[in-house]
T-cell receptor
Framework: EAQVTQNPRYLITVTGKKLTVTCSQNMNHEYMSWYRQDPGLGLRQIYYSMNVEVTDKGDVPEGYKVSRKEKRNFPLILESPSPNQTSLYFC???????????FGPGTRLLVL | AQTVTQSQPEMSVQEAETVTLSCTYDTSESDYYLFWYKQPPSRQMILVIRQEAYKQQNATENRFSVNFQKAAKSFSLKISDSQLGDAAMYFCAYRYTGTASKLTFGTGTRLQVTL
């Protein structure tokens, strides 16, 4: 089944404790993105990647890192999480830059 | 910068009736895509419909159709014969074809479906 998977789905952590949210797609998509969703703000792009080893900042990149060492994986790294990073995170992928983006199930993060 | 505006935070419709969700956007580009995504209580983001800006014909997907007015930068979603399963948050989104993978979302419209 073609899909985008994220792990973990739920995560509670404390300020400053490094964490990684994994994202994987099995559709051979070149483009992958991370978004965060906050009430009243919709979804905002954090980072995106056009291909292996090619990444760029979105609208709200501060406090996040990403890497794209393999085509299928695009992990989101929070080196020192803070409470304002409490949010719902989505990974998405598409075959081309103009293609439809397919979303993962979301990761709900709470930073205490 | 591109912006997407959904001016209706909440809407309500009776089962079997028709409802229209509004969306306007601001861009100086001529080549782009517009989308409506549905987010049910499960939080999954589900593509409802997509419109290419170069196409004059409005997109349709079963009970879902759009009214795309390029000059007015308006992109409304019409849901016909509403069903209980249509209850969700709906997001309008814009994507410029020249920028890799960037989707700009509106703030969403919560749709309630009543009996």
């Amino acid at each position: 089944e073609a899909q985008v998977t994220q792990n973990p789905r739920y995560l509670i952590t404390v300020t400053g404790k490094k964490l990684t949210v994994t994202c994987s797609q099995n559709m051979n998509h070149e483009y992958m993105s991370w978004y965060r969703q906050d009430p009243g703000l919709g979804l905002r792009q954090i980072y995106y990647s056009m291909n292996v080893e090619v990444t760029d900042k979105g609208d709200v990149p501060e406090g996040y890192k990403v890497s794209r060492k393999e085509k299928r994986n695009f992990p989101l790294i929070l080196e020192s999480p803070s409470p304002n990073q409490t949010s719902l995170y989505f990974c998405a992928s598409s075959f081309t830059s103009s293609g439809t983006q397919y979303f993962g199930p979301g990761t709900r993060l709470l930073v205490l | 910068a591109q912006t997407v505006t959904q001016s209706q935070p909440e809407m309500s419709v009776q089962e079997a009736e028709t409802v229209t969700l509004s969306c306007t956007y601001d861009t100086s580009e001529s080549d782009y895509y517009l989308f409506w995504y549905k987010q049910p209580p499960s939080r999954q983001m589900i593509l409802v419909i997509r419109q290419e800006a170069y196409k004059q014909q409005n997109a349709t997907e079963n009970r879902f159709s759009v009214n795309f007015q390029k000059a007015a930068k308006s992109f409304s979603l019409k849901i016909s014969d509403s069903q209980l399963g249509d209850a969700a948050m709906y997001f309008c989104a814009y994507r410029y074809t020249g920028t890799a993978s960037k989707l700009t979302f509106g703030t969403g419209t919560r749709l309630q479906v009543t009996l």
